[in-house]
């Protein structure tokens, strides 16, 4: 499996940006696809996820309202819309997958077994 991660770049605040996780190598409805960001200095968190069924999603609680998290099955495509965007929300973004997660591991970067190269988004006062 392989992703690549694209759509970052520089925003000022409260302005939106839509990153793009591109899908191969494997069959892409049955798996899990999350986002998850660094910040320099700080540890890779959890930011959403997308169960392989489309259906069940989860959100890190600073960006639920702010970010949505959808997949086009047809293009194998992972998207991360974000809004109202945050100089905190700033970091390298990446995109990961992972095959049969359970729902209450979702949230955990150790779930997934795949990851992209990561986006860079600035978010600027």
């Known amino acids: 499996v392989q992703l690549q991660a694209s759509g970052g770049g520089l925003v000022q605040v409260g302005g939106s940006l839509r990153l793009s996780c591109a899908f191969s190598?494997?069959?892409?409805?049955?798996?899990?696809l999350g986002w998850f960001r660094q910040a320099p200095g700080k540890e890779r968190a959890f930011v959403t996820a997308?169960?392989?069924?489309?259906?069940?999603?989860s959100y890190a609680d600073s960006v639920r309202g702010r970010f949505t998290i959808s997949r086009d099955t047809a293009k194998n495509t992972v998207y991360l819309q974000m809004n109202s965007l945050k100089p905190e929300d700033s970091a390298v973004y990446y995109c990961?997958?992972?095959?049969?997660?359970?729902?209450?591991?979702?949230?955990?970067?150790?779930?997934?077994?795949?990851w992209g190269q990561g986006t860079l988004v600035t978010v600027s006062s």
């Open positions: 990961a997958a992972g095959d049969r997660i359970i729902l209450s591991a979702m949230r955990s970067s150790s779930a997934y077994d795949h």
């Open positions: 997308i169960r392989y069924n489309g259906v069940s999603t």
């Open positions: 190598g494997g069959t892409f409805s049955r798996y899990t």
